[in-house]
């Protein structure tokens, strides 16, 4: 658990210095997961403890909204005036972009041949 | 209330403790209550817990400001759990290789649908100039929006809350909305949930399938990158 916990926090902080020290417009923590990647990719295996770590944290990811979702609170007058449009762009956004995202994967996918193996009966 | 009760309560509101505990408590009911009622999309652990949350900071009339003094050893673990999305990454890397030309399409079809027609419907309908800045990211992972939000001037806090709101949204909707379009591909529902819900909508493909929730946990991770890259560009033209 510490190696892990060392090597994420690590991770992080060499994304969020790498991100500041040459202005990439990319945020630090997408930064330090590419690093991540790099380096489960260099060792070409994943250390168990990290393993098990990441499945926790992202088991319980949505967990980690909830305290900032909480500061619904102190939006909760601008919320109020403008919630038709807030909540009809966010219904209507999402749900545009949930099809077209999930019918252009399958349409490419059909255009590029596809991969049976990953089609599983629903 | 008697001084030791009196006591207790200054304890509570002042400690990070007490509103960390209720965060883990209130959270904990809302995936029992998941649980109780079959794993329903529409019953959603995160909406139950902000519910029993807001609920109870009005009730006793505690500042956002103390409730997140505690909550925010919470909030930080956003940072190494973005961080952790690497691994599963990596470990679906040969199924992630076989479908690259279709995530690489419906990655730039998605997150730009994601941007544009939040920002549409919301202009269209009479949204303020600051709300518009905020509601732009709304699609990706919590931590990135907020960081998008802030250079282009938005406002952080308000993000959080319409990046919380298409999660949850997104975790409702998905599956009677795939269902409808007929849908059977578990990547591509998977990878779209991921994309329009970051990961709250994540969380809800793993409860639903294995595959789909790898897909999603990647669709996630692609468009913050995407997201990042492209709100800022199309700020500027």
Not at chain 1, 92 to 104: C, D, H, K, N
Not at chain 2, 18 to 40: D, E, P, S, V
Not at chain 2, 124 to 142: E, F, N, Q, R, Y
Request: hydrophobic share 55%; proline share 6%; net charge positive.
């Amino acid at each position: 658990m510490i190696e892990a916990g060392i090597l994420l926090l690590l991770c992080q902080l060499a994304g969020e210095s790498l991100v500041r020290a040459l202005g990439v417009p990319v945020p630090g923590p997408v930064l330090g997961a590419v690093l991540m990647l790099a380096f489960l990719a260099i060792r070409r295996r994943v250390p168990e403890t990290l393993d098990k770590t990441s499945r926790e944290l992202l088991a319980n990811f949505s967990l980690l909204f909830i305290p900032a979702g909480v500061g619904i609170i102190v939006h909760w007058a601008r919320l109020e005036a403008e919630a038709v449009a807030l909540i009809a762009a966010l219904i209507g956004s999402t749900a545009l972009t949930i099809a077209v995202t999930s019918l252009v994967f399958v349409w490419v996918d059909r255009l590029t041949g596809g991969t049976p193996g990953a089609r599983q009966p629903s | 209330m008697s001084p030791q009760l009196d006591a207790l309560w200054v304890y509570l509101q002042a400690n990070p403790l007490g509103w960390l505990t209720a965060t883990l408590i209130a959270y904990w009911i809302g995936r029992r209550a998941q649980q109780a009622l079959g794993g329903r999309p529409y019953i959603n652990p995160v909406a139950i817990a902000v519910i029993l949350l807001v609920t109870l900071l009005v009730v006793t009339g505690t500042p956002y400001q103390t409730y997140f003094a505690g909550a925010q050893f919470v909030h930080f673990l956003l940072g190494p759990a973005t961080v952790a999305l690497a691994v599963p990454l990596y470990q679906n890397w040969p199924q992630v290789r076989r479908s690259v030309i279709p995530m690489v399409a419906a990655l730039l079809a998605g997150a730009i649908t994601a941007v544009t027609s939040a920002l549409g419907i919301a202009w269209a309908l009479g949204a303020s100039a600051p709300s518009l800045v905020s509601i732009a990211p709304k699609s990706v992972t919590m931590p990135v929006a907020m960081g998008i939000a802030e250079k282009l001037g938005g406002i952080p806090s308000l993000t959080a809350v319409m990046v919380l709101l298409t999660g949850i949204i997104g975790a409702v909707i998905a599956t009677p909305l795939l269902n409808a379009l007929g849908l059977k591909d578990w990547r591509a529902r998977g990878f779209a949930v991921g994309i329009a819900s970051h990961g709250i909508g994540t969380a809800r493909a793993f409860q639903v399938n294995d595959l789909a929730g790898t897909f999603a946990g990647i669709g996630m991770a692609l468009n913050a990158l995407a997201t990042a890259i492209l709100v800022p560009l199309l700020w500027q033209w």
